[in-house]
């Protein structure tokens, strides 16, 4: 049963984040009116999830991000931003939050992004000794676009990229969105071929219109290929779908705060905020995601791997 703290110093605007978000696991919401407040109640009970407004009198939502950061690293952040606070946001992602979802879209996106990050959040601790010493892997998937695989195979992926020490806690939840949103174009806009102006005009018809062609040839015939390289410094995943492509010279421009409010941007702006490098290919149909290992990683839930360094293999 997941923990949601909303914080929001309006009263109307807590109660209905409250109440979209109170459905999910039977969860727990409790609230706080503003970051200092929020601060207060999480020394007494660190939540599955903080859902902050950004412009909020004493310490506001940059500065909650900042501060949960440092002191809940676990604890992921969901931004709810208004127009004009564009350039915040962009801040506050790059700082630490997990996702955003703009206020006027709460009743479409808020529920699902809180269950997206909760998703990415899980992590079993059973193997991380061993995954440790793991140097380098690479992995090859052929998927059908089918989500439950997808969303498995972005725990897989943000699990080993934990586990082996080249992410911490917080930016394993960020690159597990970043996948996902990744993977969610390769299945939707490339396989499916739904355009983003369709969601945007027509919630319920985009995704009506998936389900139906996720059943019928040629677009259900069409897989997503993905290759993952771990090594000891980084992780490169490589995403490609069987759709016909588009030109990615055409794309928003993905740290414009301008799009911050667009649906069509929202993805490829968390995903350029959360990976240290982003590549497309020529066709449009392939994307290459790098994530390089920080110095400051956290590996403190488990042993370091060989302390003081490799053991000696020389005969005595």
Known sequence: MPT?????????????????VGSIGDATVEYAIDGGDALIKMELHV??????????????????????????????????????????AVKALKAGASSYVPKRQLHHHLSQTVQQVLQAARVDRAHLRLMRRLIRQELEFVLENDEELLMSLVQYLQDTSYAMGIVDESDRVRIGVALQEALTNASFHGNLELSSSLREGDHRTYYDLAAQRARLPPWSNRRIHVIARFTAEQVEFTIRDEGPGF?????????????????????????????????????????????????TSDLTLVDEPFPGGLPDSSPN
Do not use: W
Request: net charge negative.
């Open 247 to 295: 030109d990615p010279t055409c794309l928003p421009d993905p740290t414009d705060s301008a799009n911050l409010e667009r649906p069509c941007g929202r993805g490829l702006l968390l995903i350029h905020n959360f990976m240290d490098e982003v590549r497309h290919n020529e066709l449009g149909n392939e994307v290459t995601l790098v994530k390089r290992r920080k110095e």
């Open 4 to 20: 949601i703290l909303i914080v929001d110093d309006s009263a109307t605007d807590r109660r209905l984040a409250g109440g979209l």
């Open 47 to 88: 939540p599955d999830v903080v859902i902050t407004d950004l412009d909020m009198p004493s310490i506001n939502g940059l500065e909650l991000v900042n501060v949960i950061r440092k002191a809940y690293p676990v604890t992921p952040v969901i931004l709810m931003t208004a127009q004009g606070s564009e350039e915040i």
